[in-house]
């Protein structure tokens, strides 16, 4: 079993809806969460980057946190055509903060 | 600010030779630096977390003779692919962190496709 779980996608959603990306993770030791943005043949972007559970929001985009659950969540509201790329989580331990563990990524494309 | 660069963005090399793959960080000095390799539609793996003026420390399963990495200044570190094989064909990012914002973020370059022939 890897230890971060994510959805390849592709998602394809039309302009202005509400999306929803979803990660899971199974080693409890994971304290702190990250949502990246890469663009085709670009490096990650940072986008989020939480550690405790609960919301954080940050202007269209919602970083959720369920550590009981082991379960991470990215919302990105009136989605753009620009929004249309890789998504990828990532979570690091609070003994190893350096070792970022990625998901595979979801691609997701927003179609005007 | 917090910008990283890689050269070169792309490079072809026939099996058995070597390349080498720069990683800057421009404007922020960067005690540590991170090497990745990604393969088409798979995660990011860390291959290796450099500090500058010490030896590289290697994730399991990667050839430290193979994957050289030098950490000369804090400003600059490479990536140097020894003997390569087509197998070694992937996408390498590096990634560095800003020293002075003593944060744990990490700020990553564009890439750097490597294709063996």
């Known amino acids: 079993q890897k230890e971060v779980e994510q959805d390849p996608g592709p998602l394809s959603v039309p302009e202005g809806a509400i999306v929803s990306l979803n990660c899971t993770y199974s080693?409890?030791?994971?304290?702190?969460f990250m949502w990246y943005r890469q663009y085709s043949r670009k490096g990650p972007e940072l986008l989020m980057y939480t550690y405790s559970s609960g919301n954080k929001e940050d202007g269209r985009f919602t970083a959720q946190v369920d550590k009981s659950s082991k379960y991470i969540s990215l919302f990105i509201r009136d989605s753009q055509p620009s929004d249309s790329a890789t998504y990828l989580c990532a979570m690091t331990s609070s003994y190893n903060t350096d070792k970022l563990i990625f998901g595979t990524g979801t691609r997701l494309q927003v179609f005007p | 600010g917090a910008v990283v660069s890689q050269h070169p963005s792309w490079v072809i090399c026939k099996s058995g030779t070597s390349v080498k793959i720069e990683c800057r960080s421009l404007?922020?000095?960067?005690?540590?630096m991170f090497w990745y390799r990604q393969f088409p539609k798979q995660s990011l793996m860390l291959m290796a977390t450099s500090n500058e003026g010490s030896k590289a420390t290697y994730e399991q399963g990667v050839e430290k003779d193979k994957f050289l990495i030098n950490h000369a200044s804090l400003t600059l570190s490479t990536l140097t692919v020894t003997s390569a094989h087509p197998e070694d064909s992937s996408f390498y990012i590096c990634s560095a962190r800003d020293f002075q914002r003593g944060d744990y973020e990490q700020y990553f370059g564009p890439g750097t496709r490597l294709t063996v022939t």
């Open positions: 404007d922020f000095q960067a005690t540590t």
């Open positions: 080693n409890s030791a994971f304290q702190y």
